[in-house]
């Protein structure tokens, strides 16, 4: 692990900072995942990066970017057809999650 969680918001939003680890390899970085709201019932997932930069934490935060942007993608799917699964399983009538 190269973060740790720092805030989140059940079930709208957690937020985590690079750890003692994930600074020497990336430098400061925190990574936000969200639910957003998509129109009337409809919601979207979204994923922030955000790094630092200036010199080498440039290179360090586009490398990052880069090398995450697969297993971004893979969670982002991943929890989409969980939600999406959720979602068919509960039915229209079911009450909205609280937190």
Same mark, same amino acid.
């Given at each position: 692990?190269?973060?740790?969680?720092?805030?989140?918001?059940?079930?709208?939003?957690?937020t985590a900072l690079?750890?003692?680890?994930?600074?020497?390899?990336?430098?400061?970085?925190?990574?936000?995942?969200?639910?957003?709201?998509?129109?009337?019932?409809?919601?979207?997932?979204?994923?922030?990066?955000?790094? %630092?930069?200036?010199?080498? !934490? *440039?290179?360090r935060a586009h =490398?990052? #970017?880069?090398?995450?942007?697969?297993?971004?993608?893979?969670?982002?799917?991943?929890?989409?057809?969980? %939600?999406?699964?959720?979602? !068919? *399983?509960?039915?229209?009538? =079911?009450? #909205?999650?609280?937190?």
């Amino acid at each position: 692990m190269v973060f740790t969680l720092t805030s989140y918001d059940v079930p709208r939003q957690w937020t985590a900072l690079t750890d003692a680890r994930g600074q020497r390899l990336f430098g400061p970085c925190a990574m936000t995942y969200a639910a957003e709201p998509d129109g009337p019932g409809a919601s979207r997932i979204v994923c922030r990066l955000a790094a %630092a930069a200036g010199g080498m !934490r *440039t290179l360090r935060a586009h =490398a990052l #970017a880069w090398g995450d942007l697969v297993m971004m993608r893979k969670q982002l799917r991943t929890l989409r057809d969980l %939600a999406e699964r959720d979602a !068919r *399983t509960a039915g229209p009538d =079911a009450p #909205a999650p609280t937190s």
